[in-house]
Structures are given as structure tokens and as C-alpha cells.
């Protein structure tokens, strides 16, 4: 499953049963973290989400709302006697913060904890299967989007024509990487005879706080999902643009220009009590929006 | 009104809908905050409590579970467009953290913060009514408990007295301080003619985190109320003993011994689900125990 689970849609202010900025991104039964407001680790009890399956946690910026609940998770995973790593990327003063934190509070961590400075934009992460980046977007202060990726996955191999062909088990590596296979007696196996692509490879981007920001584009262009905030309506884009937010309309003209597959909408002011206007305001741009909902799961 | 509500009645990891510790003292429409742990300003939105009467705020010691939640409160008040002065007061380093965190999100303060540093026991804030002191308790860190006493409250003055006697209202001041009044013609009106006593003052007494230690009975003798911490039932003294925790018979213990007229219990570890056998443990001991509910308000 490559899916994102939202815990807070909030801007700054907490409101209406609203919390601050936290996702969970899950991809193979691991959980990265984006971005952790206060209450984050209280959001994941309420939506069953297992602490312990976070690996990787990357904060977008220094604005409080987007990591208040970091401190507090790194020490309740200590209390729970957590044993694997756990990576935290962020600014550079963030690691400052945390460290400090753990020191006055004389913390003994039972697990290895790698706090890592973001220098700029690039790669922060990857495994056999998925790649997580980041890029700047265009805030009050150093902030940076996330892009998460899969990697270009391995050809299928179709098992009848493995029998048909006689092919042995030493071809499959090839194969699955898209080669062509040479038989002991010379004969070659091409590879579109006995393997089928797989899906293309799925991606997710989270714009963390920014303005509207067409040099985003590039690093969200054909996205499966992009999540881009929308802080006020478009009544309001003078105000959204004097504090470096947008509007829900804002939002929905990115993520038109960059054709992407989904948009999924956030980081709600605290003065809207009902949510239905952003809806409607971006759906009239990009249909395929919706709003990021509390607890709810989003496949990518 | 002089009365504790209980907004997280949890030890440092958040469970069973329990939340790290945070209570609200009120007296005469202000608000004391006591301990900030992480979602703090989430609870004050759920039980209704006015975060702009919030004048001052004492943290006991800098464990996150009892102060994660204050950089969040300071940074809603100023988007609030708060105006009031507030005072936050605890252990040396908590200046440096919150100052750190203004810092690095470029915060612009629309209100008069200012952080003081607690430099041992004492007299932290009084005015005309009310005193807020506080004394050292037995933490794996440096720790401190908090005293709210009313001051001496004037005397009352009899209405009818004061007629029978034809007192000007040049003498009232006197005799609300307890003195006697001489009148033009040399005759003096004892106070006891014309004033009664008022209630006696009142004091509440917080005592953070702490083992069981008899040396903070002095400053909690013959309290009104007094909050003290059970993580732990008894049979875990030894657990407790080696957190630097109590458990719900020793903080008993301690209010039979101090001779308080009521007793509180929070803290509770997250390892307990139910928490009557905390009731019943203490009652065994001080009848007169009620467990610490969030959302419950205590007179005092």
C-alpha cells in the first residue's frame, strides 16, 4: 500500500477539533512522518496508527504548527522502549531545538535517534523501492516540500513462458530488470516475450506552507497525488499573499498547470468553521480535488 | 472563585484519552496555568476555558510531558492578537528553548511575553490577593512545587454598624485592615464593634513530580487543597522510588501527615487503564482523596 493518512489540516491555530500540519505517509508497511504539529503523537493513538512503524520523519519548516509534537514523540518512543533507528530531517536549527530538549530534560533514549540537517534540495532518502526528496517552496521562512517516489519497479515475469522457454532461474534478475536473456545454445530470450511491465511507478507530493509558486511545477509535474495547502479562500488571496499561504484556488490553477492526477487540499485557517467553500473553489479549477481530512486514509 | 481545573491528569506518555499534565488555577477571573504539556491549548479550546485570561504560567520542571505545549500557547496568543502581558516562569534553561523556537520561526509577538528564569524556592508573583510561591521537590531534575495563598483578607464591615455609629468613610479602610478608629471627638470605635472577620485565607499546593519526601510538608501544612503525583499503585514503590515517582499510598501518606483538608491525585502512568484502584489505595489511607479529571473543576 502507498497511501497518506492526514492527523492535522489546520494552520497555526488549532480549531473546531482541527490540529496542526502531521501526515503519514505509508509505502510497504512503514510510516514517514511529514511534518509533526503539537498533539501529533495523540492523533496517531486516535487513528491507530503504530508509532513504532516510523522511520523516517521529515519536518518542512520551523514554524511551530508543523513540529511542536516532534519533542514529545521522540520521548514517548524512548518510553515505549522503541529499538530501530529513527531519522528526523529538518532545517538546520531543528537538530539545535531537539538536542537542547533532550539535555535539560537529562533524556536517556533507548533507541538510535539521527537527527539530520536539510541543506538545500535534493535527496534525502532512499531504499530499494521508494526515494524521498525535497524542494524549496516559497515561504516566510527555509521551507521545503517533499516529493516521495517509487522507484522504477522490476518487470513481471510471466510463468508460463518461463516453462515455455525453458528459462532458468539465473535469467530472472536479468529479465526482471529488462534485459534481454542468452541461452546456453546462443538463443536470445527477448525480454518482451516473458515479462509484462509493471505499474508505473506512483508518486506523492506534499508542498508543505507555501505562496502560489509556479516553480514548484517541476518537482510536482504528472504527480498521483499532490498535496498543496489552501489556507484561505481566494477572497482572501491578498491576505494568503502578504503571509505566504494560499487559496484553495491557487492550489487547484498549480496543480492544473502541472497535471497532475489528484489534488488533496490543507492547512485550513482557523476563522473557517465549515470546509465546503474550499471544496467548491477548487473543484471548479481541478476537479479532481479533495479535502484533506482528518483520519482519513488517501491511496496515492 | 479560587478553584484547579485538571486539563492532563497523565504521566509523560499520552493514553486512554489521558493527557500530559497541565491544570489551570483560577482566582477572582484570572488565569494561573500550571505545567503545559503538549495539546494543552487543545484542551483549553475543549473545555472552554478563555486562553486571554491566562496572566501567568509556572513550570514545575522541564520533562517534556509537563511543558511541550507551551512554545505552541505562546505562538496562538500572538495570532490571537493577544494584548495582555504574560509571564512564564521556570527552571533556567526553558527561557533559552522558547527563545530558540521564537527565533528560528521569525515569530513576531503582538503581546509583552516574559520568560523568568526560577531561581530556587521563593516568591514567584503576588498582588493584592493573591501570593504564587514555590519550593523544591525530590525530581530526577531540578523540580519545584507551587503555593497559591490568598492574602489576609480584609475584614468585613457591619452595614448596620457602621450606621449605629454614624462611621465617615474615612474610617472604613482602617477597619477593613483590623485597626480601631478614633472618632472627631476623640472616641474610639473598637473593631470588634464593627467589623467581622472574613473567611480565612485560602491555599492551594502543587507538587509536580516527586518521591515521596516528608521535607515538602511544611510548605503544604494544613492546605486546603493539595495536587500530588501518583504514577504508580503501591505495589510498584520500588519503580516508583527509582523514577523519582510516588505512588497513590505515599502521596496519602503525605496529606494524613501534612494534615491538608483535601487531596488530589494525578499523573497516573499509562500503563493503568482504570484508575479506581488510585481511589482506593489512597482513600485507605485519606479518606478525603479524589482523583484529578480532566475537565473537572476543584474549588478550593
Redesign the interface.
Known amino acids: 500500500m502507498f497511501a497518506v493518512t492526514i492527523l492535522g489540516n489546520n494552520s ?4 473546531f477539533d482541527r ?2 500540519t502531521s501526515q503519514v505517509v505509508t509505502y510497504q508497511g512503514n510510516h514517514y512522518l511529514v511534518d509533526c504539529g ?2 501529533t ?2 492523533q496517531l ?1 486516535r487513528y491507530k496508527i503504530r508509532r513504532s512503524r516510523i522511520t523516517h520523519i521529515f519536518i518542512s519548516h ?4 508543523h513540529y ?2 516532534l ?2 514523540l521522540i ?2 518512543l524512548s ?2 522502549n522503541h529499538r530501530q533507528e529513527l531519522h528526523v530531517f529538518g ?1 538546520a ?1 531543528l537538530r ?2 531537539i538536542e ?2 533532550l539535555t ?3 533524556a536517556r533514549m533507548c533507541y538510535p535517534l539521527y537527527l539530520h540537517h536539510i541543506n538545500g534540495p535534493g535527496i534525502l532518502f532512499e531504499n530499494e523501492f521508494l526515494r524521498v526528496s525535497c524542494f524549496r517552496t516559497l515561504h ?2 527555509e521551507c521545503y516540500g517533499f516529493c516521495f517516489e517509487e522507484k522504477k519497479p522490476p518487470r513481471k515475469l510471466i510463468s508460463e513462458k518461463l516453462q515455455q522457454y525453458n528459462l532458468p532461474f539465473s535469467a530472472y534478475e536479468k529479465l526482471k530488470q529488462g534485459l534481454d536473456f542468452q541461452m546456453e545454445d546462443g538463443t536470445i530470450i527477448k525480454n518482451e516475450w516473458v515479462t509484462r511491465p509493471s505499474a508505473p511507478p506512483r508518486k506523492y507530493a506534499y508542498c508543505a506552507d507555501t505562496k502560489y509558486d509556479e516553480s514548484l511545477i517541476p518537482h510536482i509535474r504528472h504527480a498521483d497525488l499532490v498535496y498543496h495547502e489552501a489556507t484561505y479562500l481566494d477572497n482572501f488571496r491578498e491576505v494568503a499573499e502578504s503571509r505566504f499561504h494560499s487559496t484553495a484556488r491557487q492550489a487547484a490553477e498549480l496543480a492544473k498547470k502541472a497535471e497532475v492526477k489528484k489534488l488533496l487540499i490543507g492547512h485550513f485557517s482557523s476563522k473557517y468553521d465549515s470546509l465546503e467553500a474550499f471544496e467548491s473553489e477548487a473543484r471548479e479549477v481541478f476537479p479532481n480535488t479533495e479535502l484533506a481530512l482528518e483520519g482519513v486514509c488517501y491511496l496515492i
Not at 497555526?12 to 480549531?15: I, L, N
Not at 520551523?62 to 504548527?65: A, E, I, K, P, R
Open positions: 497555526a491555530v488549532p480549531a490540529h496542526p503539537e498533539g503523537q495523540i493513538i520551523l514554524h511551530g504548527d511542536f509534537g519533542a514529545g520521548n514517548t518510553l515505549l532545517p536549527p539545535e531545538i537542547m530538549q535539560v530534560a537529562d516566510r521562512i
